[in-house]
């Protein structure tokens, strides 16, 4: 006799249904999970492997320019992008940089290098850097000089600063401060030897061999002492290649037969060019007393028109006789150079500035460089107030104003001219002897405000002297 089928079978069934149903759905899902962690860590890698490829781009052109400075396309002589395999140890291609270059604008030596890397795992990921290249120019200088330096009470400056001789500074400096040299005898005050770059902004600085402190709050980014010099004499060589080039490309004169040149600056992209026939005359019992080299009005009373004339295409303007200069400029880059070669002491030229210098724009595009042989002058009869937008290089002189003898003994002597109130500069100084707009006496610019102009780090002005042959790099950054 049959006996009926029991149902407890059934209700087991239906729980293991469920229960492998959710097995199977977390099997799944974590199968999907490893793999998508699988496919997320190879992109990771081949992410990172597309940045170094592209970071070796950069490194790969930084490499080239120190073998051939001035090529600036890869050495195919067609323009880019100029496209490089990247391979492994065993020689196998796993990747490819491609390089874009933006060469240097006029008389510049920024070079601007992208790169955009991928790998042979996955070309359509790439990753893109971009970096600025340039040989360091004098102009990375706020102030740079040959000789010993003394910056007072409640001097600010902004840019980076350097002596090859030794520097006091007891104000305030928001760049690095350098000297050429560990110890000096500070000609200032009496005394023993002292550090390179000290202050004596209380508390005075210990004295060599001691250990020099920080002084955050004197030098705010730091010192330091001794750092390679300054070539002052170097800029001979630079000249020379300067008068090449203004005879080639540029705007030469030789000597006007007078007392020099008037240059005056034009925003059309021009410049009227004048010869210097007669200078003011000093007033009466205004003389020499401090017994300066050079030393006159520097100040222009007639001249006569030459011509006008646009501005040179590779920025140089060079004249082998003393040079006056004022003006404004929208959008130009010129360097101005006042030299007459072969180099010889009484023939030193000069570069005066008695009225405003102007940049109309402040963006980068405005720029100004003025090279002296001899000095860079203010002269007796210059505006009350001064400004010069430019970077200024006195490469055997100095950057300042002569000594004008303020009234006394019932005498008039200098006045009214022997005081002036504001002088502004935007830009550098570079000065082989020590600079100054001004004297103990009160004689001289009362308000002296020197602002270092950042943008001539990345774009000096057209061929300005080099502090060194080797590009480094000044920008880095992924796109």
Wanted: aromatic share 10%; glycine share 10%.
């Amino acid at each position: 006799m049959r006996r009926p089928m029991s149902r407890k079978g059934g209700h087991v069934l239906i729980p293991v249904i469920v229960f492998g149903s959710i097995a199977v759905y977390l099997l799944g899902a974590f199968a999907s999970w490893a793999v998508l962690s699988i496919k997320a860590s190879r992109q990771a890698f081949n992410r990172e492997q597309a940045l170094q490829i592209a970071e070796a781009g950069i490194d790969y052109y930084r490499w080239h320019l120190a073998h051939a400075p001035t090529d600036f396309e890869d050495g195919s002589g067609v323009p880019g992008p100029y496209i490089h395999d990247f391979k492994d140890k065993a020689g196998n291609s796993i990747g490819q940089f491609s390089l874009a270059i933006a060469a240097p604008p006029l008389g510049s030596t920024l070079v601007t290098l992208t790169s955009t890397g991928s790998t042979v795992a996955d070309p359509l990921l790439e990753r893109t850097i971009s970096a600025r290249l340039a040989k360091p120019s004098i102009a990375k200088y706020a102030i740079a000089a040959n000789n010993v330096m003394r910056f007072g009470e409640g001097t600010e400056v902004f840019g980076p600063v350097h002596s090859n001789q030794g520097i006091r500074f007891d104000g305030l400096a928001h760049n690095l401060v350098t000297s050429a040299v560990s110890s000096y005898d500070d000609p200032d005050h009496s005394g023993g030897s002292e550090f390179g770059v000290h202050t004596h902004d209380p508390p005075t600085d210990p004295s060599p061999p001691a250990t020099p402190p920080q002084r955050a709050d004197v030098f705010e980014v730091g010192r330091q002492f001794p750092v390679p010099a300054i070539d002052f004499a170097g800029i001979t060589a630079d000249l020379a290649q300067m008068k090449a080039d203004a005879q080639a490309n540029g705007f030469y004169r030789p000597s006007a037969g007078a007392l020099g040149y008037h240059v005056v600056l034009k925003t059309n992209d021009t410049f009227d060019l004048f010869r210097v026939t007669s200078l003011v005359n000093p007033p009466s019992n205004c003389t020499n007393t401090a017994n300066q080299t050079g030393w006159g009005t520097w100040s222009v009373q007639g001249e006569t028109l030459i011509g006008n004339y646009p501005f040179p295409q590779n920025g140089i303007i060079f004249l082998e006789d003393e040079i006056f200069v004022h003006g404004q400029i929208n959008g130009g880059r010129l360097t101005i150079v006042a030299a007459t070669l072969p180099d010889n002491p009484p023939t030193r030229r000069n570069i005066t500035v008695n009225a405003d210098v102007r940049y109309t724009n402040y963006d980068g595009s405005d720029v100004l460089g003025f090279i002296a042989q001899g000095n860079v002058n203010v002269g007796l009869v210059s505006e009350d107030d001064l400004r010069i937008d430019a970077a200024l290089i006195a490469q055997n002189g100095r950057v300042g104003r002569y000594y004008y003898r303020p009234p006394g003994g019932g005498q008039q002597r200098c006045s009214p001219n022997h005081v002036r109130q504001t002088i502004t500069l935007l830009g550098m100084i570079a000065t082989n002897q020590r600079y100054g707009f001004a004297y103990t006496d009160g004689t001289g610019y009362q308000i002296r405000n020197l602002n270092y102009d950042g943008g001539l780090l990345y774009a000096p002005p057209p061929s300005f002297p080099l502090t060194s042959d080797q590009y480094i790099t000044l920008t880095w950054d992924e796109e």
